[in-house]
């Protein structure tokens, strides 16, 4: 039998709770979704801060209404967590941003984003950030869903390849990648508050996958996309000039490139 999982759930606890009053770590071996859960939890008027980390999803969700596998062919899990907590914000712009890039800095610095929070190596896709929120009475609770690829997994049925994180981190697991992520994030959740999206600029440029790039919008508009600006929006310079992207349901991606000229042209 495969030995037990160790999340060091105290370890987390202490680190977290002086910046969080009332927080608490859970570890689930199964849950169809640590974000539907939390989200549940939330309506029904749970709103107190929480690290919910499960084994195994067995319905994990992405963005724009996609299904997030995770499911690990060895005994080295792939890390599906939630972190759920009141935040007290006027202006969300930014905020996806900002949480993809404390997950970036806090794992390896060959980590890049792909606009607006996809975690990727290379050209492959290691982890994603789904992020919801539930208003109760006057509060309004975030639910900060985050997948990390730690070993390889299946490439069947993904629209990107996928890229694991022991590619770049050998021991990596998926308790030690918690453990490098879940104080960061707080800290950046908390800076956020504090300072939006606006000083983060420079940062999310330094890890922008797309950047540079010829990239092609889901509604068809095409440029290069040149950054984001103070708000976290994607600046894409095209023949009408420079557009701003905020909508979370364009997707964009990397043209392809050109089909290379016959090497004997007629
Ligand atoms: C994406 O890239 O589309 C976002 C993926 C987010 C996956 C995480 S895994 C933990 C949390 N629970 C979910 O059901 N989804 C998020």
Same mark, same amino acid.
């Given at each position: 039998?495969?030995?037990?999982?160790?999340?060091?759930?105290?370890?987390?606890?202490?680190?977290?709770?002086?910046?969080?009053?009332?927080?608490?770590?859970?570890?689930?071996?199964?849950?169809?979704?640590?974000?539907?859960?939390?989200?549940?939890?939330?309506?029904?008027?749970?709103?107190?801060?929480?690290?919910?980390?499960?084994?195994?999803?067995?319905?994990?969700?992405?963005?724009?209404?996609?299904?997030?596998?995770?499911?690990?062919?060895?005994?080295?899990?792939?890390?599906?967590?939630?972190?759920?907590?009141?935040?007290?914000?006027?202006?969300?712009?930014?905020?996806?941003?900002?949480?993809?890039?404390?997950?970036?800095?806090?794992?390896?610095?060959?980590?890049?984003?792909?606009?607006?929070?996809?975690?990727?190596?290379?050209?492959?896709?290691?982890?994603?950030?789904?992020?919801?929120?539930?208003?109760?009475?006057?509060?309004?609770?975030?639910?900060?869903?985050?997948?990390?690829?730690?070993?390889?997994?299946?490439?069947?049925?993904?629209?990107?390849?996928?890229? %694991? /994180?022991?590619?770049?981190?050998? $021991?990596?697991? #998926? @308790? *030690?990648?918690? =453990?490098?992520? !879940?104080?960061? +994030?707080?800290? %950046? /959740?908390?800076?956020?508050?504090? $300072?939006?999206? #606006? @000083? *983060?600029?420079? =940062?999310?440029? !330094?890890?922008? +996958?797309?950047?540079?790039?010829?990239?092609?919008?889901?509604?068809?508009?095409?440029?290069?996309?040149?950054?984001?600006? !103070?708000?976290?929006?994607?600046?894409?310079?095209?023949?009408?000039?420079?557009?701003?992207?905020?909508?979370?349901?364009?997707?964009?991606?990397?043209?392809?490139?050109?089909?290379?000229?016959?090497?004997?042209?007629?």
């Amino acid at each position: 039998m495969a030995a037990p999982v160790q999340w060091h759930a105290e370890a987390l606890w202490e680190a977290v709770s002086p910046l969080l009053p009332g927080f608490t770590v859970e570890i689930l071996p199964e849950i169809d979704s640590t974000n539907t859960e939390l989200m549940r939890r939330a309506r029904a008027g749970q709103l107190e801060p929480v690290l919910l980390v499960a084994e195994r999803q067995t319905a994990g969700r992405g963005r724009l209404g996609r299904d997030w596998q995770s499911e690990s062919h060895n005994q080295n899990p792939n890390l599906t967590f939630s972190l759920g907590l009141p935040l007290a914000l006027t202006d969300w712009s930014g905020l996806s941003l900002a949480v993809g890039l404390a997950v970036v800095q806090s794992l390896h610095a060959d980590l890049r984003l792909k606009w607006p929070n996809d975690v990727w190596l290379g050209d492959r896709k290691l982890g994603g950030i789904l992020i919801e929120t539930a208003s109760v009475g006057d509060a309004r609770y975030a639910v900060i869903g985050i997948g990390i690829n730690i070993t390889p997994r299946d490439a069947a049925g993904l629209r990107t390849p996928p890229a %694991a /994180l022991c590619e770049l981190w050998p $021991e990596a697991t #998926a @308790p *030690l990648a918690l =453990a490098r992520v !879940a104080l960061p +994030l707080v800290q %950046a /959740l908390q800076a956020f508050v504090r $300072e939006g999206f #606006a @000083p *983060l600029r420079t =940062a999310f440029h !330094a890890r922008d +996958l797309l950047y540079g790039q010829e990239v092609v919008c889901s509604d068809g508009l095409t440029g290069m996309a040149r950054g984001v600006d !103070a708000s976290g929006a994607l600046l894409v310079h095209t023949d009408q000039g420079l557009k701003k992207i905020n909508s979370a349901e364009v997707s964009v991606r990397p043209m392809a490139a050109p089909a290379a000229p016959p090497a004997n042209p007629v």
